[in-house]
């Protein structure tokens, strides 16, 4: 939460302290502090909330909520008591603050908490730390960057996450002249972390679960980052777990620098009728990369020279989430994100089913899509989900060969008969050099451009009647394989029309990749796609409509998603920043008609998700699973009973 807001913390504090003081009665609080029914619905409305985005900003899309309520209705409610009371004082300024209306670089209209303090820092600034930082074995995952200004002068303080405070034993404090290492960012919720994970070794299943856990609590105690990818190589190897995990500074999504990760943790456990399927899945992934549109034949294999020659089969877990912290419940995860590791010792697919399972609720709105085709829709986007979710973890983030001069002279590919880009039709000019990865040379672009290029394969693919068969759909099964191709280009619109809503129109910025990402798919299909998908405009009525021609999804739809595709792989190959820069940029600008759209789409927002969670309990040797109600008075009473 402190990556969040620096008053989320407290709110967080003030939530719980409601909740004790009532005793979890909520509806005492009508008479006790002589509010209404409906004051009272919108404070729970508003916890439950916080506590589903762990902070006061959304978690998809990043803007700012706040209490549909007035100073005086807040001031009565926190009279329950005098520790609410005086909890309310600390955090009643920014709780009701507007702005700053989203997360971003720090200014007038945005924050970050990656970048803390009243003083403003700038993307120069937070350029010139990191570069300090590439002098040393410091990476920027689990830090932020306060400014202070101290005798007329800047100075940087790099706050690290960890368990231990002050200097480190290599005395390492002062970077670069103004700019200086301070440890313990974090301490107290790390070192609680930290004594959780050694209990959690008398359980381990196996030497390499040991062998996690140990590099885990290294990592934690000392800030150590090279620990943490220590512990990534045993996750990988730790293959078919029955309790899989996830934890850490992980996903750099939230950092407007894209560099600094949020904390998340998962566990979940495996679902081995799922997971049985998914390995077959898997098993025909040789087969099915040899399709992809920078393919050669006779040429490694089949797979072509962007590809690694050896494609090694990845754990393939599906998995009922049991307990997530972070700012969203995801749907699957592709780890690590470091690519060396990936290379070497491989990575694992986690999907969680039960979070995949909730796309099938017919109660969700739908506008976009003509009411004559909603039933079949509702019927099928789930399961489009749910197998387009596989493609983009397995082949998605799983494909591709990074060319790159490993050492100094050395490469890992023939340096003097370089491929032939299929962009080109010429041999390729770009290359990684020593030192640099995907993310150091893309910048902020790297996550949406790999989260659109992992979309891209998976709607590219969605025509492969042997993949889909996999699934148990067929041409002859209830809901059959072109069923789900028509529904797919649907959700393309759909996707591509209801991420408009989490543009920020006032700093031209996308608060989340993945909506970033669909969009500029929706955008490039209505520009290459000849007329695969329309959107029809009825400004009257403020109505947007997604048509698909299904004539048109195999000779028009499939060949430009493979144009498109093909253009963001060979960059991110071939180090091709400029180009994708020049290309991607225009692709997500959201302006004339799409901004008209924009308004239209944000008039009639989705509701937000919210899940509640159960807690597990130790009672005589045993352990209990505890599920709550689905109510926002279920989810307080789940975090005040996890006891924070």
């Known amino acids: 939460m402190r990556q969040v807001s620096q008053e989320s913390p407290d709110i967080f504090d003030f939530i719980m302290d409601l909740y004790h003081a009532c ?26 909330m916080f ?12 803007q700012k909520f706040v209490p549909d309520l007035t100073v005086e209705a807040l001031q009565k409610i926190a009279n329950i008591s005098p520790k609410t009371k005086v909890g309310l004082e600390k955090i009643i300024g920014p709780l009701l603050a507007v702005p700053p209306f989203s997360l971003g ?38 830090t932020r960057i306060p400014k202070l200004v101290e ?9 690290q996450a960890s368990a231990e405070t002050g200097v480190p034993m290599n005395n390492l404090h002062e970077l670069a002249d103004g700019i200086f290492l301070v440890r313990g960012d ?30 885990y609590i290294e990592c934690f105690r000392t800030g150590s980052l090279e620990a943490f990818q220590e512990s990534q190589k045993a996750w990988v190897t730790d293959v078919s777990a029955r309790v899989e995990n996830l934890i850490g500074f992980i996903e750099p999504y939230r950092d407007p620098a894209r560099i600094r990760s949020e904390w998340e943790a998962m566990i979940g456990i495996a679902d081995p009728d799922e997971t049985s399927r998914l390995k077959h899945f898997v098993e025909s992934s040789t087969v099915i990369i040899r399709q992809l549109p920078w393919a050669v034949e006779g040429v490694n294999d089949g797979k072509g020279p962007f590809e690694k020659s050896l494609f090694e089969a990845p754990d393939f877990t599906s998995v009922h989430a049991l307990a997530v912290c972070g700012s969203i419940v995801f749907e699957a995860a592709n780890l690590p994100n470091y690519e060396y590791i990936r290379e070497t010792c491989g990575f694992k697919n986690i999907v969680l089913a039960n979070r995949l399972n ?8 739908c506008h976009w899509v003509n009411p004559s085709e909603l039933k079949r829709f509702k019927s099928s986007t789930h399961i489009v989900r749910f197998i ?16 790159s001069e490993t050492a100094p002279g050395t490469y890992n590919f023939d340096k003097q008969n370089p491929p032939i880009s299929p962009l080109s039709g010429k041999a390729v000019t770009s290359h990684y050099l020593p030192g640099q990865t ?26 492969n009647k042997e993949l889909l068969g996999i699934f148990g759909y067929t041409d002859t099964s209830e809901i059959t394989a072109e069923d789900l191709l028509y529904t797919t280009y649907l959700n393309i619109g759909v996707d591509g029309l209801q991420a408009l809503e989490h543009y920020n129109f006032q700093n031209k910025a996308w608060g989340q990749v993945h909506h970033q990402a669909h969009f500029s798919i929706l955008k490039y299909l209505l520009q290459d796609g000849a007329g695969v998908i329309q959107i029809s405009h009825d400004p009257t009525t403020s109505t947007l409509t997604v048509h698909v021609d299904r004539t048109k999804i195999l000779s028009h739809g499939k060949p430009a998603l493979g144009r498109y595709l093909c253009r963001l792989h060979i960059w991110r190959c071939t180090a091709g920043v400029s180009s994708c820069k020049q290309f991607y940029e225009p692709m997500c600008a959201v302006e004339g008609v799409y901004e008209q759209w924009r308004q239209i789409v944000c008039s009639k927002p989705n509701p937000r998700w919210k899940f509640v969670q159960p807690n597990t309990f130790v009672k005589g040797g045993a352990v209990e699973v505890k599920v709550y109600e689905e109510s926002n008075e279920g989810i307080i009473q789940s975090w005040a009973e996890r006891g924070v």
Request: with cysteine; charged share 20%; glycine share 10%.
């Open 23 to 48: 005793g979890g009665k909520w509806d005492t609080l009508v008479t006790q502090c002589n509010i209404t029914s409906e004051e009272l619905a919108s404070s729970l409305e508003y916890a439950a």
């Open 51 to 62: 506590l589903c985005n762990l902070g006061n900003f959304y978690g998809e899309g990043d």
């Open 105 to 142: 670089y720090p200014s007038k209209n945005t924050q970050s908490s990656y970048y803390p303090g009243t003083e403003l820092i700038s993307q120069e600034e937070i350029a010139k730390v990191s570069e300090a930082m590439n002098k040393y074995p410091i990476g920027p995952e689990n």
């Open 151 to 159: 005798g007329g002068k800047p100075v940087y303080q790099l706050l």
């Open 186 to 215: 974090h301490s107290e919720e790390l070192s609680k972390v930290c004594i959780a994970l050694t209990k959690a070794k008398e359980y381990a299943g196996n030497s390499k679960q040991t062998q996690l856990l140990v590099h």
């Open 358 to 365: 909730a796309n099938n609720n017919p109660k969700l709105p």
């Open 388 to 403: 387009t979710t596989a493609i983009h973890e397995l082949f998605g983030h799983g494909t591709g060969k990074l060319l």
């Open 438 to 463: 995907w993310t150091s040379v893309f910048g902020k672009l790297a996550g949406t451009v790999e989260e659109c290029r992992a979309i891209l394969v998976s709607e590219y693919l969605m025509d």
